[in-house]
């Protein structure tokens, strides 16, 4: 199974400042047909989690221009550039190259 | 507006299957992949296993022994039956509807303990 690793596992940010989650995974994750099989997930505490970002950088509608995404391969990146008070909860990557899909166990952002 | 809900037994005993629907609404299963995802208490989310609308399955190899996906498309729902519980498997529940290979829409989700 591929092996996906998120760090930091928890972020405490003053709103208004910046964020940054790193995932890497095992494998790469780029297909031969040019697109790379990683998604972005979030999860406000209580509620099931929503897709923000797939094949590593499509933007979902509704999330907001704060947030971007990068990287290539193995290794990508989540950043916030303000955070804001609902940007609360969980965040996940995930490959969907091989099954099964796998997530990375998750980063906690809070404010401070 | 698409949208998935889960149900079934909050409490299953140990060895016994546990059993789940999903109840799609507001849109046809048809041409869709439908997907069921798991949550254990602190831990991060795994993937189970998927249906498209015709049955084909995929599942996760971790679980295939004991997983069934299946899916009644008229009557707009698919479901998990998963057999010989533990402990290991007290999680909340998801399903989702796929799009490529990421999960678009999902359940609320369903809580489900096993416990004598």
């Known amino acids: 199974d591929i092996v996906m690793t998120q760090t930091p596992l928890s972020l405490s940010v003053t709103p208004g400042q910046p964020a940054s989650i790193s995932c890497k995974s095992s494998?790469?994750?780029?297909?031969?047909?040019?697109?790379?099989?990683l998604y972005w997930y979030f999860q406000k505490p209580g509620q099931s989690p929503q897709l923000l970002f797939y094949e590593l950088s499509a933007r979902l509608p509704g999330v907001p221009d704060r947030f971007s995404v990068g990287g290539s391969e193995t290794d990508f990146t989540l950043e916030i550039s303000r955070v804001e008070a609902e940007d609360i909860g969980l965040y996940y990557c995930?490959?969907?190259?091989?099954?099964?899909?796998?997530f990375g166990q998750g980063t906690r952002l809070e404010i401070k | 507006q698409v949208q998935l809900q889960e149900s079934g037994p909050g409490l299953v005993k140990p060895s016994e299957t546990l059993s789940l629907i999903c109840t799609v609404s507001g849109a046809s299963m048809k041409r869709w992949h439908w997907t069921w995802i798991r949550q254990p208490p602190g831990n991060t989310l795994e993937w189970i296993g998927y249906?498209?609308?015709?049955?084909?399955?995929e599942y996760n190899a971790s679980l295939k022994s004991r997983v069934t996906i299946s899916v009644d498309t008229p009557k707009n729902y698919f479901s998990l039956r998963l057999s010989s519980v533990t402990s290991a498997d007290t999680a909340v529940y998801y399903c989702?509807?796929?799009?490529?290979?990421?999960?678009?829409?999902w359940g609320q989700g369903t809580r489900v303990t096993v416990s004598p």
């Open positions: 989702a509807r796929m799009q490529g290979d990421s999960f678009h829409i």
């Open positions: 995930m490959q969907g190259l091989h099954l099964p899909y796998t």
């Open positions: 249906i498209s609308d015709n049955g084909t399955t």
């Open positions: 494998q790469s994750l780029l297909h031969s047909d040019g697109k790379t099989f």
